[in-house]
Structure formats: structure tokens, C-alpha cells
């Protein structure tokens, strides 16, 4: 698979260390946050899920060990209804379009911190961007993907304290523009 991670991240992910990688993925998870929570709150019987995913992606800033229970984290994550298999169905709305790709970096991202990864990793950075670009196609005038791409490297640099409120803003940012999309489709 041909990622569209940046060859110069991508590299320093493979020569860092664990904690390199899950600084990464903390971030990307952080950036797809608002999505994940945003559009599910107040969802009938998905106030677990909500949750689940606020307190993983927090858990995920602890970047100097990995997640004594990422692992099972995944399994959890792997039964809410966004990563489950749909037959021949594609997610075709604003909505689920979304939230599938916030719980799909979010899986990722728990892999990457257990594993150490950096394809997982790199996998978690793919996912993200590729939610950015589908946005950038759906919003007129819209740069997510490239402003993606400066935070992914920002997300190598090592200053955590930068790129977490960086990630915080773009994913309201985010959060903001598909919302506007969505808006009379909630209703």
C-alpha cells in the first residue's frame, strides 16, 4: 500500500524510539477526536462509546510508557458499529464517513502505542490523512490535508506541549467544517 504519510515522517518514525511513535499517534488521535465525539454524543446508546473514546485518546498523551491495556482497548474498539463489517453496504454519510475514520485512527493509534510500531503508526498517520483529503474534496477552498501534513511533522518534532494544542485546534477546526456539512442532515 502506497502511503501518503510524508517519506521524511515516515523515516523518523522507523529510526525513533516507542515513545517517538506514540507521541505521533496520540496526536493523530487527538486531531480526530472532535469528529468521533462531536457527531456521536447524545446518540442512543452510545454514551459508553463516547466515553470510551475520550478517555482512550487522553490515556494516549502518557507517551512515555505504552497503555497497559491497549490491547484489550482495540477489542472494545473493535465492536463499536463503525468498524464493524457492513456486507456489500458503503458508508455513504457525512456522519458515519467520519466517525468511521476517527475510530479507524483511534484503532490504530492503540496498536502503535502497544506495539511501538511505526507501521501501524504510519498506518494511523494514513487514515487521517486520508479523511483530510476526502474533506479537502468536499469543502471548497478547504487545505486539511496539507494542514494535516505540517502537523504529522510537527508530530515528530518532539514538543508535545506545541503539537497537543495544535492537534486540539485543528480538530475543532475540523469538527466545525463537517458539522457545517451535516447541518439539516442531524435533524
Do not use: K
Not at 500500500?1 to 523515516?11: I, K, N, P
Not at 475520550?54 to 502518557?62: G, K, T
Not at 502497544?114 to 476526502?134: E, I, K, N, Q
Not at 505540517?150 to 518532539?158: A, D, I, R
Amino acid at each position: 500500500m502506497e502511503t501518503l504519510v510524508e517519506r521524511a515522517v515516515t523515516t523518523t518514525l522507523r529510526s525513533g524510539n516507542g515513545e517517538t511513535v506514540r507521541l505521533y499517534v496520540a496526536a493523530c488521535a487527538e486531531r480526530m477526536a472532535p469528529l468521533f465525539v462531536g457527531l456521536r454524543v447524545g446518540g442512543a446508546g452510545r454514551e459508553g462509546d463516547v466515553d470510551f473514546y475520550v478517555e482512550s485518546v487522553r490515556d494516549l498523551w502518557h507517551v512515555d510508557r505504552p497503555l497497559s491495556d491497549a490491547a484489550e482497548r482495540v477489542r472494545v474498539l473493535e465492536r463499536f458499529p463503525e468498524l464493524q463489517p457492513t456486507g456489500d453496504e458503503e458508508v455513504t454519510d457525512v456522519v458515519g464517513t467520519y466517525t468511521f475514520f476517527a475510530a479507524l485512527v483511534l484503532r490504530y493509534a492503540l496498536l502503535a502505542n502497544d506495539s511501538g510500531s511505526p507501521d501501524d503508526a504510519v498506518s494511523c498517520g494514513h487514515a487521517t490523512l486520508t479523511a483530510m483529503g476526502m474533506l479537502d474534496q468536499n469543502v471548497v477552498g478547504a487545505s486539511f490535508r496539507a494542514q494535516e501534513h505540517g502537523l504529522q511533522s510537527l508530530s515528530v518534532s518532539g514538543d508535545a506541549a506545541r503539537l497537543w494544542e495544535a492537534s486540539i485546534e485543528a480538530g475543532r477546526e475540523r469538527f466545525r467544517t463537517v458539522l457545517g456539512r451535516t447541518a439539516g442532515s442531524l435533524g
